[in-house]
């Protein structure tokens, strides 16, 4: 399936009020073009490139698909683990080694069965070629959080520039995980390729904490890009009823959640302060909530006008959320692609510099995003 649709985009500007918070405000408007590459996906969650004609697309029931040359294959890729498709969990991200050229390592991170109908978040790693994976082999595995809650796993993975490999963790739903660094809940963590913990991780050489954690205090990150300029881990994260989140991911940081959140009781009342000496503040923070998932920054000369803007997909609200930032301040917010009524779950930036996108439905769809002329 191939279309090409005329899209609106809606401008806005953030203003810093008196109580804190943040309110938009329309600024302007422009058009650009968005392509659908393919449809057919069942709740596709992650896409990578392997290269400029390959490349591959987790879905969430425990599935790998193969791209080439745009066009999605019939099967699928053997060799994934089982993983625990129960509620938000599944099959998670797909990422390659920052050297796939040399030792062709896929890692993907998914929900992994444990105790009698329960699931933890996972990620391995296993040898891709021709279409296939083998020999997959975990290198961390969350016992701790294993619970039969069914959501909030996190599971977005991303390699540094010194080849260390980030995972995110939801609170699993019991939000006061979040806040024990004993547990990895809640948090970030920081390994080696291999699993090690590197011995510069803020919480080493302290008895019974967890030593994995590189920061803690999240509800449920979803988003997880590269700066490109500093080259530090920024997120995006999942509020309850707002206060859906953008961090850097700094070491040894609490965020706070559930002590300090923007965010509501989904049956009405406050959740906690909305700061708090000792806990970190969001960069921007979305109330009410649009469902940040899926997180790129813009790079390169496709899109001149968002060059350095964060794109990342909301799944509530339905669109491409596009903030630029002056440093770590949020100056302008564009929402792209809501006419299209359309669940976004990841966002990335292809080899050739376009932004390349995944709907999350029973019929999900790769969509390409072209442009403005």
């Known amino acids: ?136 082999q975990d290198v961390y595995v969350a016992e701790a959080a294993c619970t039969d809650t069914a959501k909030h796993f996190g599971g977005r993975i991303l390699f540094d520039n010194d080849g260390y490999l980030f995972l995110t963790i939801g609170d699993r739903g019991q939000r006061e995980r979040a806040q024990n660094t004993q547990d990895p809940a809640g948090s970030v963590i920081r390994l080696h390729d291999d699993g090690r913990i590197p011995e510069d991780n803020p919480l080493v050489g302290q008895p019974d904490n967890a030593t994995e954690i590189w920061s803690w205090g999240h509800r449920n990150p979803q988003g997880l890009a590269l700066h490109p300029q500093t080259g530090k881990p920024w997120l995006n994260e999942h509020g309850p009823r707002g206060g859906d989140e953008i961090n850097v991911v700094k070491p040894g940081v609490n965020y706070g959640w559930p002590v300090i959140t923007y965010g509501r009781e989904y049956y009405g009342p406050s959740i906690g302060k909305t700061e708090k000496q000792g806990y970190a503040q969001p960069l921007l923070h979305w109330t009410p909530s649009i469902a940040p998932s899926g997180m790129a920054f813009i790079t390169g000369s496709r899109y001149p006008d968002w060059e350095g803007h964060t794109a990342n997909g909301a799944l509530k609200l339905q669109h491409l959320n596009m903030v630029a930032f002056d440093g770590q301040q949020p100056v302008s917010e564009v929402r792209l692609l809501q006419d299209r009524k359309q669940r976004i779950r990841d966002v990335r930036q292809g080899p050739d510099g376009y932004l390349y996108l995944l709907t999350d439905s029973n019929n999900g769809q790769l969509l390409k995003l072209n442009p403005a002329e």
């Open 1 to 136: 399936m191939r279309s090409l649709t005329t899209i609106t985009l809606t401008i806005f500007s953030l203003c810093a009020c008196a109580d804190n918070t943040a309110t938009l405000a329309p600024k302007s408007n422009d058009s650009a073009a968005v392509t659908a590459l393919t449809d057919g996906l069942h709740h596709p969650w992650s896409l990578a490139f392997l290269s400029n004609d390959e490349w591959l697309i987790t879905e969430r029931a425990g599935t790998l698909r193969q791209v080439k040359d745009g066009t999605l294959q019939g099967g699928t890729v053997e060799g994934v683990p089982e993983v625990a498709a129960i509620g938000q969990g599944g099959l998670f991200d797909v990422l390659p080694h920052p050297n796939f050229a040399n030792n062709q390592r896929l890692y993907l991170s998914y929900a992994k069965p444990c105790g009698e109908e329960g699931g933890t978040t996972a990620v391995g790693y296993g040898r891709y070629e021709n279409g296939t994976l083998t020999d997959f």
